[in-house]
């Protein structure tokens, strides 16, 4: 263990080392960075901030944008990082001034604009094609997501689709034709596809329902399979992201039926994501593991910490559930090392892609892989574009294979993405703002997460009132909970309900129809309707109990 330790201290020393020998210059990049740690420096601003940001793909009025901006940034008691009081009165002066008006919304959406650019590679294919062969030139592989989740409409899914369809098509065609690198192209020996694409399956159906995984299941394989069909094809490679816990168990569910479905269970090239950060994820990955003995092919398994997490801690808190993930960095941290751990054991019949901008993170699967005797190359590496820069140096520095994970596509179905990127890089816990941003001391960052894991859960019972928790229907057990409740009322649909008046029940000729509102011709059942006489007794009923 101790032999282990050392080597993940060592290995982390050495990217940290490459990482400081990167020129950081002051590049677009550079300055865009350091103007969104001034603006995320007051944690109400950063709030206030996305909230303009997501209604910014909207605002195409400059003066509409401009009295969004002063709604959102001028509102009693928020702190502009710097000027103070006086920022919001500049604010409000500038945006009053309708000579100046347009050209400063001009500015400030040219900035934001810039800032989405970082993390998105381009509006469409060509864009992000550009993007991508120019990384292959500095010996960067990757993986195109075009960008959306969470459909609303059939129409949409279907573009959606159409859109992977579209990729998969042009970029096959168009990569072979880039120069070869041995690097990217192989893994241990075997050919790999140069063509690799990750999507969400929120985007591929408008009814993700978590009550109806069964319906849910075939409607999204019905769009999926198409794609992976293409894909198999034209020798390009199917990552499936993993979104919030609402439909996690609706995709391993999919991914699983897919790995085992007789099309692809000797397809090598199907790969999907866990999320170190959710309580459940070893378990899911024993029993992953377990159903995948039958394939006749390895799978690739992206290990991530996961994106949600303020969602998911929000969202459970509101609604009385059990929070799903953990409530403390390290803990999320060791999970991931342990799940890293397992992963490398079932090496090569599970292949460990790994998805993270943390030296102690990488510098651990680098140590432990060595340690399993693996080749440097059985494991990849993977981060986001416009993220880590120096750290993905570093890692080339370190001959390892690195795919940078490249969205691309419109803003407004790209916005919850580049929400989900501010937020990860303005975090206080992120390692990436800590270590390059912040300058932590190396050997604290370096620090062996299982060290500072002491006892279990961390998540502490609530005192004092609170609500009964609403069903969470994307599990199992809550469903069959529902079931067994509706097949008891079942057995009563129709029945009558008379009135009970001084502890006697009497029906009545009036009755009141209760009716199934999703089946108005089923009546529920026949309520006895009170009349004068009814009402006269009842009164006399309450006023004789009224002493006792
Ligand atoms: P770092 O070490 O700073 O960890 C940050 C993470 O720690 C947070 O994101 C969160 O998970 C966790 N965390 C933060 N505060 C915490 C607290 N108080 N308690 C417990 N845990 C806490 N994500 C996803 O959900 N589904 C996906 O499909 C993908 N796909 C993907 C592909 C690629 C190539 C990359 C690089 C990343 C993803 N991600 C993702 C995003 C990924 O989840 C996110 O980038 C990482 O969580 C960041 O972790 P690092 O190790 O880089 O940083």
Same mark, same amino acid.
């Given at each position: 263990?101790?032999?282990?330790? #050392?080597?993940?201290?060592?290995?982390?020393?050495?990217?940290?080392?490459?990482?400081?020998?990167?020129?950081?210059?002051?590049?677009?990049?550079?300055?865009?960075?350091?103007?969104?740690?001034?603006?995320?420096?007051?944690?109400?601003?950063?709030?206030?901030?996305?909230?303009?940001?997501?209604?910014?793909?909207?605002?195409?009025?400059?003066?509409?944008?401009?009295?969004?901006?002063?709604?959102?940034?001028?509102?009693?008691? *928020?702190?502009?990082?710097?000027? +103070?009081?006086?920022?919001?009165?500049?604010?409000?002066?500038?945006?009053?001034?309708?000579?100046?008006?347009?050209?400063?919304?001009?500015?400030?959406?040219?900035?934001?604009?810039?800032?989405?650019?970082?993390?998105?590679?381009?509006?469409?294919?060509?864009?992000?094609?550009?993007?991508?062969?120019?990384? /292959?030139?500095?010996?960067?592989?990757?993986?195109?997501?075009?960008?959306?989740?969470?459909?609303?409409?059939?129409?949409?899914?279907?573009?959606?689709?159409?859109?992977?369809?579209?990729?998969?098509? /042009?970029?096959?065609?168009?990569?072979?034709?880039?120069?070869?690198?041995?690097? *990217?192209?192989?893994?241990?020996?075997?050919?790999?596809?140069? =063509?690799?694409?990750?999507?969400?399956?929120?985007?591929?159906?408008?009814?993700?329902?978590?009550?109806?995984?069964?319906?849910?299941?075939?409607?999204?394989?019905?769009?999926?399979?198409?794609?992976?069909?293409?894909?198999?094809?034209?020798?390009?490679?199917?990552?499936? #992201?993993?979104?919030?816990?609402?439909?996690?168990?609706?995709?391993?569910?999919?991914?699983?039926?897919?790995?085992?479905?007789?099309?692809?269970?000797?397809?090598?090239?199907?790969?999907?994501?866990?999320?170190?950060?959710?309580?459940?994820?070893?378990?899911?990955?024993?029993?992953?593991?377990?159903?995948?003995? /039958?394939?006749?092919?390895?799978?690739?398994?992206?290990?991530?910490? +996961?994106?949600?997490? #303020?969602?998911?801690?929000?969202?459970? %808190?509101?609604?009385?559930?059990?929070?799903? =993930?953990?409530?403390?960095?390290?803990?999320?941290?060791?999970?991931? &090392? %342990?799940?890293? &751990?397992?992963?490398?054991?079932?090496?090569?019949?599970?292949?460990?892609?790994?998805?993270?901008?943390?030296?102690?993170?990488?510098?651990?699967?680098?140590?432990?892989? &060595?340690?399993?005797?693996?080749? #440097?190359?059985?494991?990849?590496?993977?981060?986001?574009? /416009?993220? +880590?820069?120096?750290?993905?140096?570093?890692?080339?520095?370190?001959?390892?294979?690195?795919?940078?994970?490249?969205?691309? +596509?419109?803003?407004?179905?790209?916005?919850?993405? *580049?929400?989900?990127?501010?937020?990860?890089?303005?975090?206080?816990?992120?390692?990436?703002?800590?270590?390059?941003?912040?300058?932590?001391?190396?050997?604290?960052?370096?620090?062996?997460?299982?060290?500072?894991?002491?006892?279990?859960?961390?998540?502490?019972?609530?005192?004092?009132?609170?609500?009964?928790?609403?069903?969470?229907?994307?599990?199992?057990?809550?469903?069959?909970?529902?079931?067994?409740? *509706?097949?008891?009322?079942?057995?009563?649909?129709?029945?009558?309900?008379?009135?009970?008046?001084?502890?006697? &029940?009497?029906?009545?000729?009036?009755?009141?129809?209760?009716?199934?509102?999703?089946?108005?011709?089923?009546?529920?059942?026949?309520?006895?309707?009170?009349? %004068?006489?009814?009402?006269?007794?009842?009164?006399?009923?309450?006023?004789?109990?009224?002493?006792?």
């Amino acid at each position: 263990m101790m032999a282990l330790e #050392d080597r993940i201290q060592e290995i982390g020393r050495s990217l940290f080392a490459s990482a400081a020998g990167v020129k950081r210059g002051l590049s677009r990049r550079e300055v865009d960075a350091r103007l969104m740690e001034w603006a995320m420096r007051d944690p109400q601003f950063r709030t206030q901030l996305f909230r303009f940001v997501d209604v910014l793909p909207m605002l195409s009025d400059p003066h509409d944008f401009l009295a969004h901006l002063v709604e959102y940034l001028c509102v009693p008691g *928020l702190r502009f990082p710097i000027l +103070g009081t006086l920022g919001q009165q500049s604010l409000r002066l500038i945006s009053a001034n309708r000579t100046t008006a347009p050209a400063f919304a001009a500015v400030v959406r040219g900035q934001i604009s810039n800032m989405a650019h970082n993390f998105i590679a381009g509006s469409n294919l060509r864009e992000a094609a550009a993007v991508v062969r120019r990384l /292959g030139e500095q010996g960067m592989a990757f993986t195109l997501d075009v960008l959306g989740e969470v459909t609303l409409s059939d129409v949409e899914a279907k573009a959606y689709q159409q859109q992977y369809l579209d990729l998969l098509e /042009g970029m096959t065609t168009e990569a072979p034709r880039w120069n070869d690198n041995p690097m *990217l192209d192989t893994a241990d020996g075997q050919p790999i596809p140069r =063509v690799n694409v990750s999507l969400k399956l929120t985007a591929l159906c408008a009814q993700c329902e978590p009550a109806d995984p069964e319906g849910t299941a075939e409607a999204v394989k019905a769009c999926l399979r198409p794609i992976l069909t293409l894909a198999k094809a034209r020798g390009a490679f199917v990552n499936i #992201d993993m979104e919030h816990y609402a439909v996690k168990h609706l995709t391993l569910h999919i991914v699983r039926d897919l790995l085992l479905d007789p099309e692809f269970r000797d397809w090598p090239h199907l790969g999907l994501v866990l999320q170190a950060y959710l309580r459940e994820s070893e378990g899911d990955l024993a029993a992953l593991l377990d159903a995948v003995q /039958g394939r006749a092919a390895p799978v690739t398994i992206r290990l991530v910490k +996961g994106a949600y997490w #303020d969602y998911e801690t929000i969202i459970a %808190r509101q609604r009385n559930w059990p929070v799903p =993930v953990y409530t403390r960095k390290y803990e999320t941290d060791a999970a991931f &090392e %342990r799940m890293t &751990e397992q992963l490398l054991v079932h090496y090569p019949k599970v292949k460990l892609a790994v998805a993270s901008h943390n030296v102690r993170s990488i510098a651990s699967v680098m140590a432990r892989a &060595e340690a399993h005797g693996l080749p #440097d190359d059985a494991v990849e590496y993977q981060m986001l574009y /416009g993220m +880590g820069d120096q750290l993905k140096q570093a890692v080339l520095a370190h001959h390892r294979r690195l795919r940078i994970y490249t969205p691309y +596509g419109e803003l407004i179905p790209g916005m919850a993405y *580049l929400v989900r990127r501010l937020l990860e890089n303005t975090a206080n816990d992120s390692f990436l703002r800590q270590s390059f941003a912040e300058h932590v001391p190396e050997q604290r960052l370096l620090r062996n997460p299982a060290d500072l894991v002491i006892g279990g859960s961390t998540e502490k019972p609530r005192k004092g009132f609170h609500n009964i928790a609403e069903h969470d229907f994307s599990h199992a057990s809550d469903r069959q909970q529902m079931q067994a409740a *509706l097949q008891r009322r079942r057995q009563r649909v129709g029945q009558a309900y008379p009135l009970v008046i001084g502890g006697r &029940e009497m029906m009545t000729e009036r009755e009141i129809l209760s009716r199934n509102p999703a089946c108005p011709d089923e009546v529920i059942g026949r309520v006895a309707s009170a009349g %004068r006489a009814e009402a006269q007794m009842a009164v006399e009923a309450a006023k004789a109990a009224f002493p006792g």
